[in-house]
């Protein structure tokens, strides 16, 4: 090594530093900014998240319903594992027997979390009710009502942000976010 290197560039160890009190506090302050700012995002985010996969299950369902009752050749409905609430999940069950018992379980979903409900209504059933179940026949049409409409409810109740789910006559499952269109209810058990 040449000797101006060495002069130029001494090779000493240097103390260890530590970070100052000061800089520590400003360190946590921040933090502190940024997760208060972050939180409400988060929140949102998994809000719409929960929704999206309450919705995208429930149309999963609806479509193998539907697909199932074409394959059989006969009635497979959609029930809601509790009678009082389609928010404590619902099972997919087929009339394997041709009696309307719906006797073969085909699939089942789990409860919805907390707080998020799923209300949903039958049209042209004598008077408009909540559905109780919804078949579909052999043809993949609805059997026992011209249209059903279902909102998936946010804890937050924040309506223009719901998700509505309406199968036609014909059996045809759309997903949108919620309209005023949707005749089902906003509130439900």
């Known amino acids: 090594m040449s000797l101006a290197f060495a002069r130029r ?8 530093r530590g970070f100052t009190l000061l800089e520590v506090v400003i360190t946590v302050v921040l933090a502190v900014i940024l997760v208060t700012i972050a939180l409400p995002s988060f929140r949102e985010l ?11 299950s429930l149309v999963i369902a609806l479509n193998s319903a539907r697909a199932e009752a074409v394959r059989r050749g006969t009635l497979v409905e959609l029930v809601p594992v ?7 999940g619902w099972y997919i069950k087929a009339d394997t027997n041709f009696n309307a018992g719906f006797a073969t379980t085909i699939g089942t979903q789990s409860a919805a979390p907390s707080g998020y409900k799923i209300c949903p209504l039958a049209n042209g059933t004598g008077a ?22 279902v909102n998936i409810v946010r804890p937050d109740n924040k309506t223009a942000l719901y998700r509505w ?3 036609s006559p014909s059996g045809e499952i759309k997903s949108q976010t919620y ?3 949707s005749t089902a209810p906003t509130t439900c058990s």
């Open 128 to 149: 408009p009710g909540t559905a109780s179940s919804v078949i579909f026949d052999a043809t993949g049409a609805l059997r026992y009502a011209t249209s059903v409409d």
């Open 9 to 16: 560039h001494t090779f000493a160890p240097r103390a260890a």
């Open 82 to 88: 509790s009678s009082t609430s389609w928010s404590g």
């Open 46 to 56: 998994t809000i719409r998240s929960n929704v999206t996969t309450l919705t995208n």
């Open 179 to 181: 309209t005023s269109s």
């Open 165 to 167: 789910i309406s199968v």
